[in-house]
């Protein structure tokens, strides 16, 4: 090959390139992708489904976010410009514009890019590129992939393009008869002369060879899907394997009055262990929507949690503020480890699980040992015989024992119903749940979406991968911090040593349970993973130990809870990425 590919690819920063590139008189540096596209240079990769296109996100995202992420356009500024949130009305707008100027065949703009035909796929990659509006824009082998009648309108397109905007437009072909017919020049680059314009000249590369260049492998025309029932669509969404565990939930239910077990006790209990063990769900949302997958370090934030309740109590906090304490002494113990651990996975990319559990495992372990040698003096916490030390359990009894969940609660027990609902618990969750979806539709937490779809998008587009990944570990960190928290208000004690082993694999279990993928989850996914997670572990035991009239309750949940997390982890193996 005579390196035509990777003349834009390089200068774009997409390929590992030397050499220097003027643009308007001004170099523009070689792999750093986001400084092309902010001197307003813009590029319509070969390669539409591995770079080009967000597959599983909408049109909207697709056509949108890059000129959100570099130009900061479809956003609306709040608090003082503080946070930039997305601007659904002005992104469907433009969306629909652009389907109808380039005759997008779609259902609507909500509709997956996935599901385009190969054509319409590449229609959407030229309205990305056009919404940037460049001053200069490479197309790189347009054509490519799709059927005879596509072609023809994307050439026009792009012809249109050409002479409505005056924009110049480099395409690069290996179809000669396109070329002639689309361009008003041709240049034909090879090793003595990378390229006849001189913004190209001087470009090589960093092995040396510079028309040695990596071909992206290229899938066929995507066949638009066939429509389905509404009843098929429904089960699709929510999933075969939840009804199951939900059908099977409910059975429990109506197995109750038959089993001798008080109904309304056995509500109380799913709903309080929903709300002490919601938040730790919560904290898997952030990873998994960067890519890093689930969240098995989450030791780090439970430790930092016991960190901050420890050092509170230490320090004579008492009743409600000693809870106020506990988060604001985890916070920076929290954005400590999640930043460290953020880094680390930032290396290993790849093997983020893996390392993941081996962090967990490794850091409740070296906790093990400082847990006995930190200078701890509470009376309330220490060994008694030794003065030294912190105990298994410390009881929260007149510290922050039920802040939340007393805080507008609803009991029932004066009327006869063993039913107590944490109002103060949930409504805690449901703020941090919805603090967890705004930030999802800001701007980072777009640019952290698109990271987790489709690095090679995300990185195109000017993202940061690693800074989004970062976050993302630190934001899941602090959560698992403050959910430890919560958990221990309600349950009334703090657990050290080798608890915080205990809490990973189900959070990790119950959102996938939920319906959470490798790199979407919603807070959809979370409340339900947990509803039929908790409800399950917390029925199934006592409702079978009743009707069988034997004391196996505990085997029976250690079952339940090891089967459900089994079956969890091996659907996300054999899940596609």
């Known amino acids: 090959g005579q390196g035509k590919l990777g003349i834009p690819n390089g200068v774009m920063g997409l390929y590992e390139a030397g050499g220097t590139v003027e643009f308007d008189g001004k170099p523009i540096p070689l792999n750093a992708p986001r400084r092309c596209l902010d001197a307003q240079l813009a590029f319509v990769s070969e390669d539409r489904r591995g770079v080009g296109l967000l597959l599983d996100e ?56 996935k599901e385009l035909s190969g054509g319409n796929q590449q229609k959407v990659c030229l309205a990305k590129a056009f919404a940037l509006e460049p001053k200069f824009l490479f197309v790189s082998e347009p054509t490519r992939g799709i059927d005879v009648g596509a072609k023809s309108l994307v050439l026009d397109a792009l012809k249109r393009f050409n002479r409505e905007s005056g924009i110049t437009v480099v395409m690069i072909s290996s179809e000669l008869e396109e070329l002639r017919m689309t361009c008003h020049r041709l240049r034909r680059p090879d090793r003595r002369h990378p390229a006849g314009d001189r ?42 394997p939840r009804m199951i565990i939900t059908g099977f939930l409910l059975l429990m239910f109506v197995l109750v009055p038959f089993a001798g077990v008080d109904f309304a006790t056995q509500i109380s209990n799913v709903i309080n262990r929903f709300s002490w063990n919601a938040i730790m769900v919560l904290a898997m949302v952030p990873m998994v929507h960067s890519g890093c997958g689930l969240n098995f370090g989450l030791p780090l934030g439970i430790i930092s949690g016991l960190l901050g309740a420890t050092l509170s109590i230490e320090l004579g906090f008492t009743g409600p503020m000693s809870f106020v304490m506990a988060i604001a002494i985890a916070t920076p113990f929290a954005l400590l480890l999640g930043g460290g651990y953020g880094w680390l996975l930032n290396k290993i990319k790849g093997g983020e699980m893996m390392v993941a559990t081996y962090v967990g495992f490794s850091s409740v372990s070296f906790m093990c040992m400082m847990w006995l040698l930190l200078p701890y003096k509470k009376p309330e916490m220490v060994w008694g015989f030794s003065g030294s030390g912190l105990r298994t359990t410390i009881s929260l009894e007149g510290f922050y024992d039920r802040v939340l969940a007393d805080i507008l609660s609803i009991d029932l027990n004066r009327f006869g119903i063993n039913l ?85 694999f189900p959070a990790v279990a119950a959102i996938l349970i939920g319906g959470a993928s490798v790199n979407k989850a919603s807070i959809a996914n979370v409340i339900i993973g947990t509803f039929l997670y908790q409800g399950l572990v917390t029925m199934t035991p006592t409702v079978i130990n009743s009707l069988i009239h034997l004391d196996i309750s505990e085997i029976i949940r250690i079952i339940v809870s090891n089967g459900m997390i089994v079956y969890a982890l091996t659907r996300k193996m054999g899940g596609k990425k």
Not at 91 to 103: H, N, P, S
Not at 208 to 214: E, N, T
Not at 232 to 239: L, T
Not at 451 to 464: I, L, R
């Open 199 to 240: 913004i190209l000249r001087g470009v090589r590369y960093a092995d040396g060879q510079s028309g040695q260049i990596r071909r992206a492998d290229m899938d066929n025309t995507t066949n638009s899907l066939a429509e389905k029932s509404r009843l098929r669509q429904m089960i699709d969404s929510y999933g075969v």
């Open 58 to 113: 909408s049109l909207e995202w697709n056509v949108a976010f890059p000129a959100m992420q570099i130009h900061d356009k479809f956003l609306k500024s709040l608090f003082g410009g503080l946070v930039k949130w997305r601007d659904e009305k002005a992104i469907r707008a433009v969306t629909d514009r652009y389907i109808d100027e380039l005759k997008i065949k779609c259902t609507s703009s909500k509709q997956k890019a």
């Open 420 to 504: 107590v609902i944490p109002t103060g618990s949930l409504i805690f969750f449901a703020i941090l749940a919805f603090l967890m979806w705004a930030f999802l539709h800001t701007k980072t937490g777009t640019a952290m979406t698109a990271v987790g779809s489709n690095p090679s998008f995300a990185k195109a587009a000017g993202v940061s991968i690693d800074k989004m990944r970062l976050i993302s570990v630190v934001l899941s960190t602090w959560l698992g911090a403050v959910g430890i928290l919560v958990y221990e208000q309600g349950f009334g004690f703090i657990q050290i040593y080798t608890a915080p082993l205990k809490m990973a």
